[in-house]
């Protein structure tokens, strides 16, 4: 079954700490996984792509095809880090995207 | 990019009604899509709008529920039938090029509360 799991609902750090956001994902095929992002009263945007390895706003994440992860990480949060964060993994056609259930990331001064 | 508006923001609706949101965006898209999103919980997709087809509907998802159109590349409708409260939720609509995989673009979303 094809399933992006995210097990924490809420990550709290404070500012200046590393950030590490978890996802797993279940897939038979060889995956293609994204982060999303929303911050608040704003719409949902695509952060980051694992297949152009880029580091967006300080983010990056490896996929991990042993472990089936795809973590999103930052060393050092800022303030306007804080969002909702949703992993996605490609499963169907193009475009079509599973996401998991998401983590509030919160970083206090 | 794509930007996408969807009306209505937001709704209230009474119990046995029906309520259409439109989506429209300002570049021709190759796909577009209706996710729910209920409180609490993640986006879960509704179904894939096909330009003059009929829509491809996600496990647990029926037409007669959620009739969805797509008469042109840039505009597509889905209308919550027959509401009950487990239908309040916010519904958004997103669309990809398809040529860029994994890329969505979303609109703001409409926030349905039925009493």
């Known amino acids: 079954a094809q399933r992006v799991t995210q097990p924490e609902k809420l990550l709290s750090v404070f500012k200046g700490a590393p950030v590490e956001l978890k996802c797993n994902y279940s897939?038979?095929?060889?995956?293609?996984l994204f982060w999303y992002v929303q911050y608040s009263r704003q719409r949902l945007q695509l952060l980051l792509r694992h297949i152009s390895r880029e580091s967006i706003k300080g983010f990056t994440a490896d996929l991990n095809k042993g472990e089936t992860s795809f973590h999103l990480k930052k060393p050092f949060a800022q303030e306007e880090d804080s969002a909702m964060y949703y992993c996605a993994l490609v499963t169907g056609g193009g475009n079509k995207l599973t996401f998991g259930t998401g983590t509030q990331l919160k970083v206090e001064l | 990019s794509a930007v996408i508006s969807q009306k209505p923001s937001r709704d209230i609706c009474q119990r046995g009604t029906s309520l259409t949101i439109q989506c429209q965006v300002d570049?021709?898209?190759?796909?577009m899509f209706w996710y729910r999103q209920q409180p609490g919980q993640s986006l879960t997709l509704i179904a894939t709008a096909n330009q003059g087809s009929e829509a491809t509907y996600e496990s647990g998802f029926v037409i007669d529920k959620f009739p969805i159109s797509r008469p042109n590349l840039t505009f597509s409708t889905l209308t919550v039938s027959n509401m009950s409260p487990e239908d309040s939720s916010i519904y958004l609509c997103?669309?990809?090029?398809?040529?860029?995989?994994?890329?969505?673009?979303f609109g703001e979303g409409s926030r349905l509360t039925v009493l």
């Open positions: 897939y038979s095929g060889s995956p293609e």
């Open positions: 997103s669309a990809g090029r398809g040529s860029d995989t994994g890329e969505l673009f």
């Open positions: 570049s021709q898209v190759t796909m």
